[in-house]
T-cell receptor, first 116, second 115 residues
Framework: AQSVAQPEDQVNVAEGNPLTVKCTYS??????LFWYVQYPNRGLQFLLK??????LVKGSYGFEAEFNKSQTSFHLKKPSALVSDSALYFC??????????????FGGGTRLMVKP | DAMVIQNPRYQVTQFGKPVTLSCSQT?????MYWYQQKSSQAPKLLFH???????NEADTPDNFQSRRPNTSFCFLDIRSPGLGDAAMYLC??????????????FGPGTRLTVL
């Protein structure tokens, strides 16, 4: 079975400060890991993914995430937050060894609030 | 631009009155998914199509059905909506599975209100 945990329901950060949104995962094999962002009344937008290779993955809008196998984590980071980054963020995982389809398991979401 | 389109964006129906939500894609992807999302919670997968093959999640109620008449279109039918079915319904596509780095592309969603 695969699972994802986002331990923080909400993260508050001041504009210009670095931000981190946490994600930990559990899979039986090796993971594919994804981050999506959702703005109000919109669908999910893909931010970045980890498949293999370099543990630091760079994505859209200046976001990056670091894959840490020993800690089974894939935290989302940005060096300098913008007010426009305020949104709901979802981490998702798929077990590479799961041949039952391209089924993603989503975390519960973390609301990011960036204050001016 | 290639994209996933959902119509309508907002749908109001009455308790027990059948409703159909529409999704179309110009990405020519093999896989189409329907998710239900309530109150900023994680999206919950209802079912998906791989080409014409329908795959239902074990806990999806029988009240929810789907049709995929061709590669581009997929419909979600709710036969007798209850108040608990009010939610955002998200359609997504992916190129293929199970191998590969196939991220899912989401439509903007349809927000369903049940009166």
């Amino acid at each position: 079975a695969q699972s994802v945990a986002q331990p923080e329901d909400q993260v508050n950060v001041a504009e210009g400060n670095p931000l981190t949104v946490k994600c930990t995962y559990s899979v039986s094999g090796n993971p594919y890991l994804f981050w999506y962002v959702q703005y109000p009344n919109r669908g999910l937008q893909f931010l970045l993914k980890y498949i293999t290779g370099d543990n630091l993955v760079k994505g859209s809008y200046g976001f990056e995430a670091e894959f840490n196998k020993s800690q089974t984590s894939f935290h989302l980071k940005k060096p300098s937050a913008l007010v426009s980054d305020s949104a709901l963020y979802f981490c998702a995982v798929r077990d590479m060894n799961n041949n039952a389809g391209n089924m993603l398991t989503f975390g519960g979401g973390t609301r990011l609030m960036v204050k001016p | 631009d290639a994209m996933v389109i959902q119509n309508p964006r907002y749908q109001v129906t009455q308790f027990g009155k059948p409703v159909t939500l529409s999704c179309s894609q110009t990405l020519n992807h093999n896989v189409m998914y329907w998710y239900q999302q309530k109150s900023s919670q994680a999206p919950k997968l209802l079912f998906h199509y791989y080409d014409k093959d329908f795959n239902n999640e074990a806990d999806t109620p029988d009240n929810f059905q789907s049709r995929r008449p061709n590669t581009s279109f997929c419909f979600l039918d709710i036969r007798s909506p209850g108040l608990g079915d009010a939610a955002m319904y998200l359609c997504a596509t992916s190129r293929d599975y199970p191998v590969g780095d196939n991220e899912q592309f989401f439509g903007p969603g349809t927000r369903l209100t049940v009166l």
